[in-house]
């Protein structure tokens, strides 16, 4: 089983930015799709952003052209940039690895944006 780690979180006032990083274990890191989600109590886990194993990416609506994802294979890490936060990104933030026979979480990382 692969395991997930998020980091990176916490409290940051409008319009600032975070990097949130995810490493994982194992050796499939580098042949694995990876995302990051959230989640607000009583709503849906919603995807936010996604990266292949060969480095393309797809974004939601709500962070296109604020939050970007990359990854590093010599780290096994996933990073999510999150520039101009608003209160509205406030959220539990998780990591999710998916390949073949594999769907991993994260435990994710509280990201409360608030002056």
């Known amino acids: 089983q692969v395991q997930l780690v998020e980091s990176g979180g916490g409290l940051v006032q409008p319009g600032g930015s975070l990097r949130l990083s995810c490493a994982a274990s194992?050796?499939?890191?580098?042949?694995?799709?990876m995302g990051w989600y959230r989640q607000v109590p009583g709503k849906q886990r919603e995807l936010l952003t996604s990266?292949?194993?060969?480095?393309?990416?797809t974004y939601a609506d709500s962070v296109k052209g604020r939050f970007f994802i990359s990854r590093d294979n010599a780290k096994n890490t996933v990073y999510l940039q999150m520039n101009s936060l608003k209160p509205e990104d406030t959220a539990v933030y998780y990591c999710?690895?998916?390949?073949?026979?594999?769907?991993?979480w994260g435990q994710g990382t509280q990201v409360t944006v608030s002056s």
């Open positions: 194992g050796s499939i890191f580098s042949i694995s799709a």
């Open positions: 990266i292949t194993s060969g480095g393309s990416t």
């Open positions: 999710n690895l998916k390949s073949r026979f594999i769907d991993s």
